[in-house]
């Protein structure tokens, strides 16, 4: 096994992890009465992802490793981590929206709005270049940059009506 494998490998494990943590997450929420925002365009992230991902196995696994470029990397993870912490158990890869309860507002979120978007966009351009595949960094990063631009759009549409929701409930 090469190191790029070994890399990879944990990475694949990671995500299977973070989407099971995801869907548990999210019929938590569902079950609270949280609602689904735009779930249209989910498919078109899994699809941008999953090939992502399958092209660094395909053209990454028997690379070099670029040891600088994989401190940056894990460096992204560290801040995964707090994102996912932060948010607790209304972490999820959907856009779910727990109607009348406020915005999280701590760890990243005090100084981004989207820090996770933050994080997912360095890791598809740091990753790839971490197996020295810059091509596949830029690819990915444009598919990224597009999907991202129709979620975010669609989660601070959710996110304002939450929050004009969440006003008008303590105004009462």
């Not at 299977?16 to 925002?37: C, D, P, Q, W, Y």
């Not at 990454?60 to 707090?82: E, K, S, T």
Request: glycine residues 6%.
């Amino acid at each position: 096994m090469t190191f790029a494998e070994l890399i990879l490998g944990a990475i694949t494990l990671q995500r299977v992890g973070e989407l099971v943590i995801s869907r548990a997450n999210t019929r938590k929420l569902l079950a609270r009465g949280a609602v689904e925002v735009a779930p249209r365009h989910y498919p078109l992230i899994i699809t941008v992802h999953a090939a992502w991902l399958l092209s660094l196995w395909v053209f990454g696994r028997d690379q070099p490793v670029n040891v600088v470029a994989l401190a940056g990397y894990l460096i992204l993870q560290c801040l995964r981590f707090w994102v996912i912490r932060t948010l607790g158990s209304r972490w999820t890869t959907r856009i779910i929206v727990l109607p009348e309860q406020p915005l999280v507002s701590a760890g990243p979120y005090r100084f981004l709005s989207h820090p996770n978007y933050a994080v997912v966009a360095g890791e598809i351009a740091v990753l790839p270049l971490v197996l020295g595949l810059p091509l596949l960094a830029i690819v990915f990063t444009i598919l990224n940059a597009a999907v991202l631009a129709i979620r975010i759009r669609a989660e601070n549409l959710a996110l304002a009506a939450s929050r004009e929701t969440l006003c008008v409930a303590q105004n009462d």
